[in-house]
């Protein structure tokens, strides 16, 4: 099945910028999605189809992917994007058709 | 305002069966495939399977095949999972979710928190 790669943690000053990678054999022929999960609620979608950002996400969250690499860039980092953040994609060759990263713990320092 | 509203918690004993619920709302309920998304006390995210409530084409990760079982009532927009016999590793937050053309989730219900114990 499709493996996706995170860094368990990422550790950023506020007004800084993080970056968060997700590693995958080719993943840039793939569609990335971000999710953001904050302590005791579900997660949010942040970032679809690679960049785009659905309503209400502030423009601070921006996404890349290509070769074996997406990333979810987070742009003058506040206290409150201090979360667990997890990519995902659609894999058409497994039956674990979608397949989450293991999740990176953003710290605002 | 799109939503899905999930059961509330359950608490249950090894052995007993389970069937938990999400309502959706705000939207074309038989339009979407729902999803069933299982987090693990402090572990991350585990696609489980999915549903088309329009036909009822489901579909299962191999991980949970034979495990739980996906259905839908598109009378009352509302899809299930359940189990027939529960396991003290069940023991999970349950989130419904709902697929997008591009295969993300963009909408969750709040989770349903199932406590498997002896």
């Known amino acids: 099945s499709y493996v996706l790669t995170q860094p368990p943690s990422v550790s950023v000053a506020p007004g800084q910028t993080a970056r968060i990678t997700c590693g995958g054999n080719?993943?840039?022929?793939?569609?990335v999605h971000w999710y953001q999960q904050k302590p005791g609620q579900a997660p949010v979608l942040v970032v679809y189809?690679?960049?785009d950002r659905p309503s209400g996400i502030p423009e601070r969250f921006s996404g890349s992917n290509s070769g074996n690499t997406a990333t979810l860039t987070i742009s003058r980092v506040e206290a409150g994007d201090e979360a667990d953040y997890y990519c995902q994609v659609w894999d058409s060759s497994s039956d674990h058709h979608w397949v989450f990263g293991g999740g990176t713990k953003l710290t605002v320092l | 305002e799109v939503q899905l509203v999930q059961s509330g918690a359950e608490v249950k004993k090894p052995g007993e069966s389970l069937k938990i619920s999400c309502k959706g709302s705000?939207?074309?309920?038989?339009?979407?495939?729902i999803g069933w998304v299982r987090q693990m006390p402090g572990k991350g995210l585990e696609w489980m399977g999915i549903i088309y409530p329009g036909d009822s084409d489901t579909r299962y990760s191999p991980s949970f095949q034979g495990q739980v079982t996906i259905s839908a009532d598109k009378s009352i927009s509302t899809a299930y999972l359940q189990w027939s016999s529960l396991k003290a590793s069940d023991t999970a937050m349950y989130y419904c979710?709902?697929?997008?053309?591009?295969?993300?989730?963009?909408?969750w219900g709040q989770g349903t928190m199932v406590t498997v114990s002896s």
């Open positions: 705000g939207y074309s309920f038989t339009s979407y495939w």
């Open positions: 080719n993943i840039g022929s793939k569609s």
């Open positions: 979710v709902r697929r997008t053309v591009t295969d993300a989730f963009d909408i």
């Open positions: 189809d690679d960049s």
